[in-house]
């Protein structure tokens, strides 16, 4: 299973960016999609996550500004950033709790993509 992560970019403070993971493989079913981000220097850190229901969570720095969304159908997740702010710069990585035929899960990884936020 991979997941392929697409939309980083540069944007001035104030600006918007859409984010979008796919998963693609072997996939009986996916539990929760997730969004991490770690900018230069720091450890990576929780930003958005959605369940197979629909719930979602956030970073506090983020509620108001992020909303994540999800096609499960596709295998996709999405991630609208509003108001961006240069503290938002980081790579941002997509996280998937990938269902097993068998019942097992497999937590997948996706590869970085890049949000600079700069004037």
């Known amino acids: 299973v991979q997941l392929q992560a697409s939309g980083g970019g540069s944007v001035q403070p104030g600006g918007s960016l859409r984010l979008s993971c796919a998963a693609s493989?072997?996939?009986?079913?996916?539990?929760?999609m997730s969004w991490y981000r770690q900018a230069r220097g720091k450890q990576r850190e929780f930003v958005a996550r959605?369940?197979?229901?629909?719930?979602?969570s956030y970073r506090s720095s983020v509620k108001g500004r992020f909303t994540i969304s999800g096609d499960m159908a596709r295998n996709a997740v999405y991630l609208q950033m509003s108001s961006l702010k240069p503290e938002d710069t980081a790579a941002y990585y997509c996280?998937?709790?990938?269902?097993?035929?068998?019942?097992?899960?497999?937590?997948?990884w996706g590869q970085g993509t890049l949000v600079t936020v700069s004037s």
């Open positions: 493989g072997s996939i009986f079913g996916i539990n929760i």
């Open positions: 996280n998937a709790d990938i269902r097993n035929s068998d019942g097992t899960v497999n937590n997948v």
């Open positions: 959605i369940t197979f229901g629909g719930d979602t």
